[in-house]
């Protein structure tokens, strides 16, 4: 008698996997287009940071996505003000992979890099210091910004923990292939 019902436990245990593997994907692919991930990354700006002898803002990014790196590239123009002196303007391209915290649902740019760094007529004694300032605001800020949420009141994307197991670029869109 225990052992058929010890039985009858496994084959429900095993039939109960079996229809979950056949019932829910395998994968996902999540596309997010480069004028959405445009939106949430410039929502956020300007970005500033104030310092002893100058003030910092990075602005004005643009978005593109670049399909030989698979990376989110981001070009934004720096304004720097010393005391005492006017505003300088220069650009930088920073460049960016993306992470994906699967118990949020949330995708993020991750591990930003200066790529390019372009600033005329501007003191060299202060441009260590511009460059230190831009990786900073790339770690501790631009890191943060959400770039895209799973739908959790879709089924198949609330039960799941998923795990990004691709990234490409094709269309003017970032598609992530999520699995389990």
Do not use: C
Not at 22 to 29: D, M, Y
Not at 108 to 114: F, G, P, S, V
Not at 118 to 132: A, G
């Amino acid at each position: 008698m225990k052992r058929s019902k010890v039985t009858l436990v496994i084959i429900v245990a095993i039939a109960t996997i079996l229809i979950a593997l056949f019932v829910f994907p395998r994968e996902l692919v999540v596309k997010i287009p480069q004028h959405q991930i445009q939106q949430h990354i410039e929502a956020e700006f300007p970005i500033e940071k104030d310092l002893l002898l100058l003030i910092a803002q990075i602005r004005n990014p643009i978005v593109s996505l670049d399909k030989t790196s698979e990376r989110v590239t981001l070009t934004v123009e720096i304004a720097i003000n010393v005391i005492g002196a006017s505003e300088r303007i220069g650009r930088a391209s920073l460049s960016s992979a993306i992470e994906y915290q699967s118990d949020q649902g949330i995708f993020y740019l991750d591990n930003i890099r200066l790529d390019s760094f372009n600033f005329d007529l501007f003191p060299n004694q202060y441009l260590d210091k511009v460059i230190s300032i831009i990786n900073a605001i790339s770690s501790d800020v631009i890191e943060t910004i959400p770039i895209h949420t799973l739908d959790t009141d879709q089924f198949e994307q609330r039960t799941i923990k998923w795990v990004l197991k691709d990234v490409a670029i094709a269309d003017n869109e970032l598609v992530l292939t999520l699995g389990r």
